[in-house]
């Protein structure tokens, strides 16, 4: 089985400050988990929230498969989260905090073959917070090219 897969949201480390971290599942139906372990998915404009206590993704784009004939999903529909109560509560309680919110961070397929979300509670930077982030992976960078040359 496939397992190779890891889409992430490179944005979303520039953007946000993550403050807490948590590994979810994804309902999913069978032509999107397909299309997954095609690579055919996008995280970059997804966000989490709250419907009736249950997390949802919205805007996590997962291409129509080739494939699948008639029974084809919409590639930008909402597919709820698993989580358990314990921190869907621990996310519900930090989310009414102001400036905190949920973004998808890295989507892969685990060993047992499931599809599963890592997602980020998070803080939106500042503009000097987001310079300070570019100085130190430049600086970062050229200490590793300095160290490769010798």
């Known amino acids: 089985m496939k397992t190779d897969i890891n889409i992430t949201n490179k944005k979303a480390g520039y953007e946000y400050e993550f403050i807490d971290k948590f590994t979810a599942g994804i309902q999913l139906l069978g032509s ?12 970059k404009e997804s966000y989490c929230l709250f419907i009736k206590d249950e997390l949802w ?6 291409s129509e498969y080739a494939q699948a ?5 919409k590639p930008k529909r909402d597919r709820k989260l698993l989580l358990n109560k314990l921190e869907l509560r621990k996310l ?7 400036g905190l919110s949920i973004v998808a961070t890295r989507l ?18 500042k503009i000097y917070d987001k310079r300070e982030s570019l100085k130190n992976k430049d600086s970062k960078r050229e200490m590793d090219r300095l160290l490769k040359d010798r």
């Open 32 to 43: 999107e988990i397909k299309s997954i372990r095609a690579g055919k998915a996008s995280i």
């Open 57 to 62: 993704i919205r805007n996590m784009d997962i």
């Open 69 to 73: 004939s008639t029974n084809n999903h």
């Open 92 to 98: 519900r309680k930090k989310i009414d905090q102001k």
């Open 108 to 125: 892969y397929i685990s060993q047992r073959g499931f599809a599963k979300l890592n997602i980020a509670l998070a803080k939106g930077k």
